[in-house]
Every structure is written in C-alpha cells, then in structure tokens.
T-cell receptor, first 114, second 110 residues
C-alpha cells in the first residue's frame, strides 16, 4: 500500500535492551524524520535524513541511532533503552521546499520501557 | 534564539468561531504550517503560509504576519470532530524543517 508505515505499532521492552523502530515510505520522499511526543512537550525532532546515507541530529538525539541505506526506509534504534524513552514515536517524510512543505506522518509507535 | 508560543487550551461551543494564535521567533523564517492531531492519532497537515495574509481552506483559514512574527488558525462553524490538538510549526529557510510547539488543545462543547 502507498503511504508511510511504522512497525511495530506497540512495543514493551525492558531497560537496557536494544529496540529498533521501523519506518517505510512509498512516495520516494527525499526527507525523513523521527519525532517523539510526550505530554507537555509536543513533538520533538530526534533525527532527520535528507537522502540515503545522509542523517543529522535534531533537538533530542541522545540515546538514539539512525541509518538510511535506502530512500524508503529510516529505522530508529534505541541502543540501550531507558525509562525516559517511553514515548510515542512518529516517523514523517516529505520533499521540503516544495509548495506547502507538508510533512506526512506515519501512525506512530507507542513504546513503553519498563 | 528560537521560541514558539500558542495557548495550551481553548474551549468553544459547536457552531462557533475560534482563533488559535501563534507567535514565533525563528531564525531565517520561511513559512508557518498548521497541523491537527486527534487523540491517539498522527498529526495531519492543515495549512501553510509563506506570505503575509489569509489562506482559506473550507472551514479553516490561516493567517500570517511576517513583520509581527505572528500567525493564527481560524476555525469556523465548529463541529465536535474539531476537538483535537493544533500545532503551529514555523520553518526556516535553511532546512525547511518545521519546529513543533506544545500545541493547543481545542475542546468543542455541544
């Protein structure tokens, strides 16, 4: 199906474990983004990627690793999960600077770290 | 520095008009986006202003004043389904990446 998908939709893990959240888009958008959303903080940018093999830090990158070997995929890895990383994670994509600069968001992954 | 301000909560009754204000300080400001997010859902794009003035899309309108670093989202003929969070998101010309604030929770009462 066309669009942007995230998996898993829900994940419970334990402190110290490695977790990878997947994001896949079918629009061939150049840019992809990872946000986390917590009560009282809105959406905060973790990492973004301008193209395959190009990634850059956002506002809150500590504790996260990203890669982008293919244009359509942008996985986010928590190398050693902490309770403070309990959050809802949204992936987004777009081709910035074109028209309305709209970002398209995936459905989100709700992550709980025990 | 960068800053972004919008009210945390707004309440209104069905059929009314509501305005959600947004003030920002963004280096190299390029444009202002608005997104809607229902509880448990993903943000969805509503509108975008790159130039001063009003943009209208159905019941929703968005306004921008670049000289005042100010914008607003106007929702007319409010419906219960408009109860959601609304985010203004300024972007800079360097990266075009929007910065999202904490959002405004709109509660529409019958």
């Amino acid at each position: 199906d066309a669009g942007i998908t995230q998996s898993p939709r829900y994940k419970i893990t334990e402190t110290g474990r490695q977790v990878t959240l997947m994001c896949h888009q079918t629009w061939s958008h150049s840019y992809m983004f990872w946000y986390r959303q917590d009560l009282g903080h809105g959406l905060r940018l973790i990492y973004y990627s301008a193209a395959a093999d190009i990634t850059d830090k956002g506002e809150v990158p500590d504790g996260y690793v990203v890669s982008r070997s293919k244009t359509e995929n942008f996985p986010l890895t928590l190398e050693s999960a902490t309770r403070s990383q309990t959050s809802v994670y949204f992936c987004a994509s777009n081709n910035p600077g074109q028209g309305a600069n709209e970002q398209f968001f995936g459905p989100g992954t709700r992550l709980t770290v025990l | 520095g960068q800053s972004l301000e919008q009210p945390s909560e707004v309440t209104a009754v069905e059929g009314a008009i509501v305005q959600i204000n947004c003030t920002y300080q963004t280096s190299g400001f390029y444009g202002l986006s608005w997104y809607q997010q229902h509880d448990g859902g993903a943000p969805t794009f509503l509108s975008y202003n790159a130039l001063d003035g009003l943009e209208e899309t159905g019941r929703f309108s968005s306004f921008l004043s670049r000289s005042d670093s100010y914008g607003y989202l106007l929702l007319q003929e409010l419906q219960m389904k408009d109860s959601a969070s609304y985010f203004c998101a300024p972007s800079s010309g360097g990266s075009y990446i929007p910065t999202f604030g904490r959002g405004t929770s709109l509660i529409v009462h019958p």
